[in-house]
């Protein structure tokens, strides 16, 4: 199994930064992919950014230059570095990892707010 505990969400103001940390543990080696998603009230949850095991990364249009997924393998951590935030980037942010035969595993999630 793989457990997934995100960090780093928090209230900022317009043009802030935040990064957000998803430290796996488990059966980490079972691992294909990890992303961050996020769902706004009201709205479909959607893929910000996912990092594959062999670390090709894929980033939305909407966040795209303005954010940007990375890993430390050594500790066994997916990072989401948010510059220039904007009013419309709060959400709950929810880490996932993509396992074999369509096994997905989600994280708590952590709030992101920003104001205006």
């Known amino acids: 199994q793989v457990q997934l505990v995100e960090s780093g969400g928090g209230l900022v103001q317009s043009g802030g930064s935040l990064r957000l940390s998803c430290a796996a543990s488990?059966?980490?080696?079972?691992?294909?992919?990890m992303g961050w998603y996020r769902q706004a009230p009201g709205k479909q949850r959607e893929l910000v950014a996912a990092i594959t095991s062999g670390g090709s990364t894929n980033v939305a249009d909407s966040v795209k230059g303005r954010f940007t997924i990375s890993r430390d393998n050594a500790k066994n951590t997916v990072y989401l570095q948010m510059n220039s935030l904007k009013p419309e980037d709060t959400a709950v942010y929810l880490c996932n990892a993509d396992l074999p035969f369509g096994i997905e595993v989600w994280g708590q999630g952590t709030l992101v707010t920003i104001s205006s």
């Open positions: 488990g059966s980490i080696f079972s691992i294909n992919a």
